[in-house]
Each structure stands twice: as structure tokens, then as C-alpha cells.
């Protein structure tokens, strides 16, 4: 069995993966990248400086979540002196089996790994308030065994995605959330 250490030293960087990204996703997320910015000043950055952790992020280029997620686990990184490394979930469902959310397999999910190769914090696949949000868009969708669930339930995700662009409150959640996480794992 393999250690996040050596799925880590055998995945592509977070640059590589968004530049090979392949699905309709991939334009979205460079938009988040492009507009969301991290506050150099807050705290977490003394932090994950001083204790230099590198990231794992377990994702996929078809999910909306690493859409959102991957251009602000990237920005912190990228403040922070940090490497980050991207493992398809899909390929060795080992590594996500790990680390399921309610059961299953959600993604994103970012590992924060020691100097030493050791997981010391995890953080996905959603900020609580994106959850929530979420959550209440499902409660919406008419039963599964209505025949316009499945219309419905491409049209809420749709929808979800375009906000997850244009409303940089999304994008905050995501930092808020991974900042708390961060610090908690890291003090």
C-alpha cells in the first residue's frame, strides 16, 4: 500500500494539472484563480511558513468543487512557499478510500503532509457554508423517481457552478474554511 508521501512524489503540481485540465470546467477555474486573491498578512501564512507542510490534493477536472477549490488551495501555496501536488481520484481509488466524506468518495480533498511525509490536516471537499448552500438547492429537486429529476438536478449543479464563478463570497468561504483547518492542524 502506498503513503500520501509516495502519491505525492509521483503527482503532477497543481500548475500542471490546471494547465491539462480537459473538461468545460477548466476556463471557470482559471477565472477563480484569476480573481481571487489571499491576504498575505493573515495569520495562517506565519504558520504554514514556519512549518513548511506540502499538499496532496485529491481531485478530478469534471467536479465543480475543485473548480472552486483548487484556485484558492493554490493561491495559499503559492503565498505560502508551498508545494502542492494533484492525485486523480479515479486513478487508484486507494488514496480516496481513505478519506471518505459521509461514506463517499467527495472531492476535492487537500492532505497536508509533514516534512516527513506524515498527514497532519485534511481539508474538503466543501467550505460549511457551500455545504449548507448546496443542501438547500437538493431540498428544491423533485423527487428521484420524478421523471425531470435528472434535468433538474444538471440544472442546479449548472447553476451552482456559475455562482461558484461569479460570486467571490464563495471563494472566501473556501479560504475562511481552509484557513480554520490550517491553523488548527498546524498550532
Known amino acids: 500500500m502506498k503513503t500520501e508521501q509516495q502519491y505525492f512524489e509521483e503527482s503532477m503540481t497543481m500548475v500542471e494539472y ?3 485540465m480537459s473538461t468545460n470546467l477548466k476556463e471557470p477555474s482559471f477565472k477563480v484563480y484569476e480573481s481571487f486573491n489571499v491576504n498575505p ?3 495562517v501564512f506565519q504558520l504554514l511558513k514556519a512549518k513548511k507542510p506540502h499538499i496532496l490534493a485529491i481531485t478530478e477536472d469534471w467536479c465543480g468543487d475543485a473548480m472552486l477549490n483548487n484556485p484558492v488551495i493554490r493561491k495559499i501555496a503559492e503565498e505560502a512557499n508551498l508545494e502542492i501536488r494533484c492525485a486523480f481520484r479515479d486513478a487508484d481509488t486507494d488514496l480516496i478510500d481513505r478519506y471518505l466524506t ?3 468518495r467527495g472531492i476535492p ?3 497536508f503532509l509533514s516534512e516527513q ?3 497532519i490536516g485534511k481539508w474538503g471537499p466543501r467550505a460549511q457554508e457551500l455545504q449548507q448552500l448546496v443542501m438547500d438547492m437538493r431540498a428544491e429537486l423533485p423527487e428521484k423517481d420524478n421523471p425531470s429529476f435528472e434535468e433538474k438536478q444538471k440544472e442546479m449543479y449548472t447553476n ?3 455562482k461558484y464563478v461569479k460570486d467571490p463570497q464563495c471563494a472566501k468561504w473556501v479560504y475562511e474554511d481552509m484557513k480554520t ?3 488548527k492542524a498546524l498550532s
Open 102 to 104: 459521509n461514506g463517499g
Open 117 to 119: 511525509g506524515d498527514v
Open 181 to 183: 483547518v490550517i491553523t
Open 41 to 43: 498578512e493573515d495569520e
Open 109 to 111: 480533498i487537500y492532505l
Open 18 to 20: 490546471m494547465d491539462q
Open 160 to 162: 451552482l457552478q456559475e
